[in-house]
């Protein structure tokens, strides 16, 4: 059994920065990779950027690209979301994932965190 732990989320201004941090506990398979998602209110939950086991970014959404940065320790088992110069859109609750198989974007094929909110001021 994998447990993810999001924390890092909070309330923060436009223009303003936030770490995110996702602590892995549990069986994990070898090397796996991870990512985030995000889901705001009334939407489904979207990619928004991943890492392989390695540290190479798997993709990016284009709303992220130039503010947002993926990393991990694995050592530590852990992953980071670095988001600089967030928007009120970027509001939304934050998942951690560790990929099991198949598609990167399909939410099914990840074990998930609880989440963490995310709320961006204007």
């Known amino acids: 059994q994998v447990q993810l732990v999001e924390s890092g989320g909070g309330l923060v201004q436009a223009g303003g920065s936030l770490r995110l941090s996702c602590a892995v506990s549990?069986?994990?398979?070898?090397?796996?990779?991870m990512a985030w998602f995000r889901q705001a209110p009334g939407k489904e939950r979207e990619f928004v950027l991943g890492?392989?086991?390695?540290?190479?970014?798997?993709d990016i959404t284009a709303s992220a690209r130039g503010r947002f940065t993926i990393s991990r320790d694995n050592a530590k088992r852990t992953m980071y979301l670095q988001m600089t110069s967030l928007k009120p859109e970027d509001t939304a609750v934050y998942y951690c994932?560790?990929?099991?198989?198949?598609?990167?974007?399909?939410?099914?094929?990840?074990?998930w965190g609880q989440g963490t909110q995310v709320t961006v001021s204007s």
């Open positions: 994932a560790v990929h099991r198989s198949g598609s990167y974007y399909n939410t099914e094929n990840y074990y």
């Open positions: 890492i392989t086991w390695s540290g190479a970014t798997i």
């Open positions: 549990g069986r994990t398979s070898g090397t796996y990779a």
